[in-house]
């Protein structure tokens, strides 16, 4: 009798909380609590990397204009800033470049948009990334996709296609 009256204490404290607990074991995986060995955070500098700066704000020029000239106001300031991780995606001995355009206007409570360009042999840049909005911490896997390694956001992976991560 003694075992029943505890299995019921017990299924009275379980069963209206399991719903919860089922829904934290569902977003902690392994993957989302720890950092493990095949994923590298990338660094991202408003200081370094003057020339790959300058590279970005070449492609985004006109978006930085508009919202540096754009009213300010008490939640928005005019100035900006352009972070900048290097990291070799394809293992060709090139640096990529990913970024952030840092401003009010052009980041939102999700976060900036994910710029990524992917240097190619003749000195060009292949803009590689279809409009992501997130934020740091960014990791970079171990795990390849077509030749590219994959990169861990807080949203999801993006993996190479071919042509963009996606």
Not at 3 to 13: E, F, M, P, S, W
Not at 44 to 72: D, G, N, T
Not at 82 to 92: E, G, M, Q, Y
Request: aromatic fraction near 10%; proline fraction near 4%; charged fraction near 25%.
């Amino acid at each position: 009798m003694r075992q029943l009256d505890a299995g019921k204490r017990l299924n009275k404290v379980v069963c209206p909380i399991f719903p919860f607990l089922l829904l934290i074991l569902c977003f902690l995986t392994p993957q989302n609590l720890t950092f493990s060995e095949d994923r590298k955070p990338l660094v991202f500098s408003e200081s370094q990397h003057e020339k790959e700066r300058r590279i970005v704000y070449k492609l985004r020029k006109r978006e930085i204009q508009e919202a540096v000239q754009a009213p300010k106001s008490e939640k928005h300031s005019n100035t900006f800033g352009i972070s900048v991780a290097l990291t070799d995606l394809n293992n060709d001995g090139r640096n990529d470049i990913l970024a952030f355009v840092r401003h009010d206007y052009l980041c939102g409570s999700w976060g900036c948009e994910l710029i990524i360009l992917i240097a190619k042999p003749n000195g060009r840049w292949q803009e590689a990334i279809d409009q992501v909005i997130t934020d740091e911490p960014i990791f970079l896997s171990e795990n390849k996709t077509k030749g590219f390694k994959d990169i861990i956001l807080s949203k999801g992976t993006l993996k190479w296609n071919g042509t963009a991560y996606k």
